[in-house]
């Protein structure tokens, strides 16, 4: 999408009251939330203790590269930084022995045979995926401190990616009746995450265990009934991304950087029919290319007229599944 000058940015934005920031209120919550993250991170990398070497053997298109690294500590990007630039600012995500997707920014515990994905690797679907998650991901970021002060919101969760659908999808309780969003509405909030993406914040991602998660999110109701039955299927642990100051669940990987984020519309948000107590649940729904995929601009037009159609994913409601695709648990009407 194309963005507005500033003139008619700072227009639409007092055109709509629904929105300008609610910063006042969650930045307390946020700096909590982020003091709690990094404490751990550091008593987790603390607690690796001696440091042991692993080797890392990196399968490139031309060759291979055999790296020595610090287990569990090292991660792929910094594979990437000793491979060179090019590796670091293209890799998405990372391919492990040939069988499973990681994080570029999580610590790598043993010796292994690694693969860097980009947009224009071979596996293109397995990085669309990781790239539809982490939109998903990204529009909570953004929705969780877009709207006034008068506005509650809450996360509730985002389904597994479907680049079938059209759509990526983030479900949030709000405290507004029938709210039905205007065209401006969605270009604001399509403009705020394309803001957003390009501060290049990094994603990192840490697992930490049942106690920990319910004290990060003890003010989302959502979230801690989740938490017990992600974690059952998760060998007891929930997983954590962070972007900026925001920390939400996922099993992820996310790719690598905002920096990735390219074009990204709001398509469309409609309110869902549950059974969850208090209702008011809207679906987020949006659709986005990466910044290193060139589309002209009546081609992202369908792409946009495609996201605006309502996505067919399971609706929250009160009863607690899993999401086998993405052994991501949430609370789903089956």
Known sequence: MNIPSKRLLKKILCQNLQFISRRSITSEELGRQNDLFVAERKRQIEKVGRIEKIEVEHIG?????????????????????????????RSAV???????????????????????????AQ??????????RTCSFLLGAVI?????????????????????????????QLSLDNWEPKANELKVLSIEMIKFCQQNH?????????????????KNPH????????????SGKITLFKVGQHIDI??????TNTSHIGRFTVSNIFKLDTDIEGGGIYRFQGVSLPSSLVLDHFSY??????????????????QVIVNEDDSFVSNMAV
């Open 94 to 120: 990372a391919l492990i022995n040939q069988t499973t997707l990681w994080h570029m920014h999580k610590p790598i515990p043993e010796s292994c045979k690694l693969e860097l994905l980009h947009y224009h």
């Open 202 to 218: 990094p994603l990192h991602c840490l697992d930490v265990s049942v106690d920990f998660a319910l004290e990060i999110f003890k």
């Open 301 to 318: 037009g369908i792409l946009e007229e495609r996201a605006k159609e309502k996505n067919p994913a399971k609706i929250p409601g009160s």
């Open 123 to 132: 596996q293109a679907n397995l990085v669309n995926k990781v790239y539809w």
């Open 144 to 172: 969780s401190t877009a709207f006034k002060d008068d506005v509650e919101v809450r996360l509730h969760s985002f389904p597994s990616p479907n680049v079938r659908s059209g759509s990526f999808v983030y479900d949030v």
């Open 250 to 255: 996922s099993k992820g990987p996310m790719v």
């Open 223 to 234: 979230k801690t009934k989740q938490i017990p039955d992600i974690a059952a299927n998760n």
């Open 61 to 89: 298109p031309n060759e291979t590269t055999v790296l020595v690294m610090n287990k569990n500590l090292s991660t792929p990007y910094d594979c990437a930084k000793h491979l060179g630039e090019t590796f670091m600012k």
